[in-house]
């Protein structure tokens, strides 16, 4: 008889797309239950010339308040932390939120690589990735930081995503990611109840 992985304590939750990756957000972000007990940020790819609505247009989607980050802004659970535009966001010690101006990653400040890496300095094996649809291979180095960390990671299906590339580079970085439809990705986060993380719901699959 197999026995089931035990759970897992997680402390965060973070989040990276690009092209597509809005109505990915749409759909995972109201998923998180308002006793999940872990703190979200994300960074999505968007114009660095303009001022960004994107906590704006998911804030009356979601259970959870979704705000744009703030420089030294203390981390709090059960709060969406949306990164600003022309900024990185990093996790520093506290936890707490940074911003800073340094040079572009991959085309793009924000980087998923940049929040992801320090994450997964700060909460090492507590940390869940998860990267969505996307253009360019950013993310994967930061997916596969927290997979060396200890912690989930998981991957939406290439072939549903609008934009394939960001997705399969990241399961060409971490072959241990679970790989899964957005609806799946909905449904075990949706699972996490006091930073409790239900390891029945993590089933790896390979892509084609």
């Known amino acids: 008889m197999t026995r089931a992985a035990p759970d897992k304590r997680i402390s965060a939750v973070v989040i990276g797309g690009s092209a597509g990756s809005v109505e990915g957000l749409s759909s995972v972000l109201p998923a998180f239950h308002r006793a999940c007990g872990v703190a979200i940020a994300v960074v999505i790819h968007l114009p660095r010339e303009r001022p960004s609505r994107l906590a704006e247009i ?3 989607k979601c259970q959870l308040p979704v705000i744009e980050a703030e420089d030294k ?5 059960g709060v969406v932390y949306v990164a600003p535009p022309d900024y990185h966001l990093l996790i520093d010690q506290g936890p707490q939120l940074a911003l800073a101006a340094d040079e572009l990653v991959h085309f793009s400040r924000p980087s998923i690589d940049v929040l992801f890496e320090s994450a997964a ?6 940390l869940l990735g998860v990267i969505l649809s996307g253009a360019n291979g950013d993310g994967a180095a930061g997916l596969s930081a927290i997979a060396r960390a200890g912690g989930l990671t998981l991957v939406q299906q290439p072939e549903e995503a609008v934009a394939q590339a960001m997705p399969r580079a990241a399961i060409k970085a971490t072959p241990e990611s679970a790989v899964m439809a957005l609806a799946e990705i909905a449904t075990v986060l949706g699972a996490i109840r006091d930073g409790i993380y239900p390891q029945h719901a993590f089933s790896p699959r390979v892509s084609s």
Not at 73 to 77: E, F, M, N
Not at 121 to 126: E, G, K, L, M
């Open 58 to 60: 998911l804030a009356p």
């Open 73 to 77: 802004q203390p981390i709090v659970p």
């Open 121 to 126: 300095d700060t909460y090492r094996s507590a």
